[in-house]
């Protein structure tokens, strides 16, 4: 197993990284802006352009979280063998899997109304960073959507692309019965 591999199934048990990674994304961020004073590159734009923003991020989310839904159909209506013996080893993972992608979406979108609520003129709320970990943690779960959906069609791929076993004689229980009644 490399070390890709390794690293790709750490990334894929442990759900709860994504919250971790955009908190740091954001708390880092949130450090720059405090030490430096500069790269709060949302403040440079009024209230109202902010607030376009949250909603149009709102629909992007919820139309890929869509997006998400129909990968889920296509997974439970593919049926190869490999497929078959995924889910029945990983049944319990690939579901909570597919649920969490979805919960995200859920959640994104919940936090990019939050802060379009909350955002007034020179954000004393600092709903901005509300937006920017919700923006953080969508673009980690889609990228769990992305990488998910690709291991699924490659096996999907693998099933469809073998060619058919050959097809097995068929038995018929009769054939004795015929054959006496045509012998002589």
């Known amino acids: 197993m490399s070390v890709r591999d390794t690293i790709e199934d750490f990334w894929a048990g442990h759900l709860q990284l994504d919250y971790l990674i955009a908190g740091v994304a954001l708390g880092s961020h949130i450090l720059v802006i405090r030490s430096t004073g500069s790269g709060d590159w949302l403040s440079w734009i009024d209230s109202s352009q902010r607030t376009d923003l949250y909603a149009a991020a709102a629909g992007v989310v919820s139309a890929i979280g869509g997006l998400s839904a129909i990968a889920i159909s296509l997974y439970t209506a593919a049926n190869g063998d490999r497929l078959r013996a995924v889910r029945l080893r990983h049944h319990a993972e690939l579901r909570r899997s597919w649920r969490s992608l979805l919960q995200a979406t859920a959640l994104c979108c919940l936090l990019l109304l939050t802060s379009l609520s909350l955002d007034r003129d020179a954000d004393p709320l600092s709903a901005r960073f509300i937006f920017e970990y919700a923006m953080a943690f969508a673009a980690l779960r889609f990228a769990r959507l992305i990488w998910l ?28 019965q015929r054959r006496q009644a045509n012998s002589p």
């Open 149 to 176: 959906f690709d291991r699924i069609m490659v096996l999907s791929d693998a099933d469809l692309a073998e060619p058919d076993p050959p097809a097995m004689p068929v038995r018929d229980p009769s054939w004795v």
